[in-house]
Antibody
């Protein structure tokens, strides 16, 4: 079965960084992009960007360009999203999802809650 | 960036009702549109891609239509498990691949 399993909830102070992982199983990791989607409390979905695990290419939505970095480790079929210079309004659930370039997101991780609080 | 506007934002309906949700794009996106269902505390689930193609395993009471700038998601006979929030997402050409603001379907 195809799965994406994300790392657990995080609580961070403003100004800190956090790295969320997304481990893929059941399919060829390098064959699909990994997208990241944010959902603030009580709000809708925001597409943040993607990484191509095959070559490490990334593309970020302009809103997130200054504080998001997406990477991957193909040896363990895991994608990462690092959020830097955290602010309280960055508190949200972050999802990873499998897709292609312009393809719908067919498999989703369970989400990782990141809370930024002093 | 392409903007997506869903209507209505909130919908109250009964089991067995036919429900239609509309998603309008600020510019033409051909058929590069997907629909997702999200239940509280859960990750979104893909229902429809390519505007009208049903994802494997999704019940046939769900259907999608449209192209260009106007799209619809229809649930032919609402079931108790369908009460959720629904999002459209455009996947046309260059990112960002934006989502609509969501439509919450609640029990009447």
């Amino acid at each position: 079965q195809v799965h994406l399993v994300q790392s657990g909830a995080e609580v961070k102070k403003p100004g800190a960084s956090v790295k969320v992982s997304c481990k893929a199983s059941g399919y060829t990791f390098t064959g699909y992009f990994i997208h990241w989607v944010r959902q603030a409390p009580g709000q809708g979905l925001e597409w943040m960007g993607w990484i191509n695990p095959n070559n490490g290419d990334t593309d970020y939505a302009q809103k997130f360009q200054d504080w998001v970095t997406m990477t991957r480790d193909t040896t363990i079929s895991t994608a990462y999203m690092e959020l830097s210079r955290l602010r309280s309004d960055y508190s949200a659930v972050y999802y990873c999802a499998r897709g292609g370039y312009g393809d719908a997101l067919d498999i989703w991780g369970q989400g990782t809650m990141v809370t930024v609080s002093s | 960036d392409i903007q997506l506007t869903q209507s209505p934002s909130f919908l109250s309906a009964s089991v067995g009702d036919r429900v239609t949700i509309t998603c309008r794009a600020s510019q033409g996106i051909y058929n590069y549109l997907a629909w997702y269902q999200q239940k509280p505390g859960k990750a979104p689930k893909l229902l429809i891609y390519g505007a009208s193609t049903l994802q494997s395993g999704v019940p046939s009471r769900f259907s999608g239509s449209g192209s260009g700038t106007e799209f619809t998601l229809t649930i032919s006979s609402l079931q108790p498990e369908d009460f959720a929030t629904y999002y459209c997402q455009q996947l046309n050409s260059y990112p960002p691949w934006t989502f609509g603001q969501g439509t919450k379907v609640e029990i009447k």
